[in-house]
């Protein structure tokens, strides 16, 4: 048989009996000899930006429940039907980022008996929850603009109900700007899908705000004509959202640009000849790699271990958010 190794431990099945129990010693002493995997390196970046994902996901959870009074508040302030269903928008928005939250800590947990992959994947879930509402949600909130226009309920709101959306905009800007940088470092869906959502609050917000001033300047109809217009758009980004998620949940392969950077960097290790199967899939914020190698077949089973243990350093080093390294090696 030929021998494995992972990120956490090594196994060394043997191919025959006559093995040398000197050689197994020092092949589970070279691999003790490896740093434990949060102190390897490509860990700095995101140990410094782990303590963001709590931190950000809170802000905004809090600014998504203010956002949803304010605008609610104001809505039945100014007469502005388009404010009224932000404000319900921004509700849902609160309970699907409550959702998020509840992923990020569950997902930050260390591996359990029960669970020795980790819990990474529930991200995946968090982030199908929150691209099924937004994709449900904005069609529901088409029918009932069309509704509105259908039963004449397009009267013009007061000025005041220009403050709303200028607020609303920058703060949706700041929170988008802060989980995308947050959701980059840490390779976070859940985090994207958050931060997207944002950028799109944002994007439909600048269409109210158009609308309620067409509207005051004398067309009714365009307070509804931009939020149905938008929400078109939130359609799209919740179907995205919710595919990227299936795709992790099934555990879809890892970009391809990511495979071939790892064959590249496998390849320049001394000793490889070739490599007969690579593959990866995600495993929440980390992938997975499993590949096997080909190696000379004369080498004794202490050298093939050592090149597959150099293999797997130069991977976890070189190729950001790999984790989980699985090398077989196949003699040549």
């Not at 709101?157 to 988008?176: D, E, K, N, T």
Request: proline content about 5%; hydrophobic content about 50%.
């Amino acid at each position: 048989m030929s021998p494995t190794i992972s990120s956490h431990s090594a196994a060394v099945p043997l191919s025959t009996v006559a093995a040398a129990v000197a050689g197994q010693s020092a092949a589970v002493a070279d691999e003790e000899a490896l740093p434990p995997f949060w102190l390897e390196p490509g860990r700095t970046v995101r140990q410094e930006c782990q303590g963001c994902r709590i931190r950000v996901v809170w802000w905004d959870l809090f600014v998504s429940l203010g956002d949803a009074c304010f605008m609610a508040l104001m809505g039945w302030v100014t007469g502005s039907m388009a404010l009224h269903a932000q404000g319900l928008q921004s509700l849902g928005d609160f309970f699907n980022k409550g959702v998020t939250l509840f992923s990020i800590k569950t997902a930050a947990k260390p591996p359990s008996r029960r669970f020795p992959y980790g819990f990474g994947k529930i991200q995946f879930l968090s982030a199908a929850f929150v691209g099924s509402s937004l994709f449900l949600g904005s069609l529901a909130f088409i029918y009932s603009n069309m509704q509105h226009i259908n039963q004449g309920m397009v009267t013009p709101p007061s000025v005041l109900a220009l403050l709303p959306p200028l607020l609303s905009i920058v703060a949706s800007f700041i929170m988008y700007r802060y989980l995308t940088c947050v959701s980059e470092k840490n390779n976070n869906l859940a985090l994207i899908a958050s931060a997207l959502d944002n950028r799109q609050d944002m994007y439909a917000t600048i269409a109210l705000l158009a609308g309620i001033l067409f509207s005051i300047l004398g067309f009714p109809v365009a307070d509804h004509a931009a939020a149905i217009l938008v929400s078109l758009f939130t359609v799209q980004i919740g179907f995205s959202i919710a595919n990227r998620a299936i795709h992790g949940l099934l555990d879809g392969s890892i970009p391809a640009s990511v495979l071939r950077q790892i064959r590249a960097v496998t390849l320049q290790v001394p000793g490889v000849l070739g490599i007969t199967r690579l593959r990866g899939r995600m495993l929440g914020e980390s992938w997975e790699v499993d590949l096997q190698i080909l190696v000379d077949g004369a080498l004794p089973t202490t050298e093939t271990h050592q090149t597959a243990i150099a293999v797997r350093r130069a991977i976890i080093d070189q190729v950001q958010y790999t984790e989980s390294v699985h090398i077989s090696v196949l003699p040549q």
